[in-house]
């Protein structure tokens, strides 16, 4: 299984919901990453999990929440987001580090109203 | 830290001619180096990857790669493009010791022409 799942695959909240995004891999890898992509752009890093603990928080916003409940999944609470905030969510996975690869989901669309 | 330059970022191609997507880097330690393409609407997936060894790469489908390191550069080539190819090309980078971070380059948007 070299697949990285992440659900949903589209998602429209409003400013006031609270809402997660999902990422789930069986590859036993340690590393667990959350990226933002925006139109056209490349994807930005927000959060880094390494062995289960957050090493990289690119200052991100505090109405992202990232959690890492155990080594396969990897979760984005969201809270009071803003209408900006809509983006590609894109999660990934590497071995590392040091890694080789970074294996990517298909990616969470979303959409804040 | 590390950084990645795509000079072009709109490259418009005619079908089955050569195509090449330009990538620099710049890194204080020795990196990993890396082509990710994006269809619409999909996530990044690994076209192909420079660890160590041969600094030609190849992918399964007609591309490759050559790493440089005189010029920090990692092409990507493909001697005839097909419709499919059509699609946003990213290179990036992770160094080589303490990699868990990847900085990718701004992308090139390939757009391959009937």
């Known amino acids: 299984d070299t697949e990285v799942t992440q659900t949903p695959k589209h998602l429209v909240m409003g400013m006031t919901n609270k809402k997660s995004l999902k990422c789930e891999q069986h590859?036993?890898?340690?590393?667990m990453y959350w990226y933002k992509q925006k139109a056209k752009k490349p994807p930005e890093l927000m959060f880094v999990y390494s062995y289960e603990k957050l090493s990289i928080n690119e200052s991100v916003p505090s109405r992202f929440s990232p959690e890492c409940p155990n080594s396969s999944l990897l979760n984005l609470h969201l809270h009071a987001l803003q209408p900006e905030d809509s983006a590609l969510y894109l999660c990934?996975?590497?071995?590392?580090?040091?890694?080789?690869?970074?294996?990517f989901g298909q990616g969470t669309r979303l959409t804040v109203v | 830290a590390q950084s990645v330059t795509q000079l072009d970022s709109q490259v418009p191609v005619f079908e089955e001619a050569p195509v090449e997507l330009r990538c620099n880097y710049s890194?204080?330690?020795?990196?990993?180096l890396f082509w990710y393409v994006q269809y619409p609407n999909q996530g990044l997936q690994l076209l192909l990857k420079?660890?160590?060894?041969?600094?030609l790469v190849e992918s399964i489908n007609g591309f490759e790669a050559e790493f440089n390191k005189s010029q920090t550069s990692f092409h990507l080539r493909k001697p005839s493009v097909h419709i499919s190819d059509t699609a946003e090309y990213f290179c990036?980078?992770?160094?080589?010791?303490?990699?868990?971070?990847?900085?990718f380059g701004t992308g090139t948007s390939l757009t391959v022409i009937p």
């Open positions: 890194s204080s330690v020795s990196v990993y």
């Open positions: 990934a996975s590497t071995s590392g580090p040091p890694s080789s690869e970074a294996f």
């Open positions: 420079y660890l160590s060894g041969s600094t």
């Open positions: 990036a980078v992770s160094a080589l010791r303490t990699g868990n971070q990847f900085y």
């Open positions: 590859m036993g890898h340690r590393a």
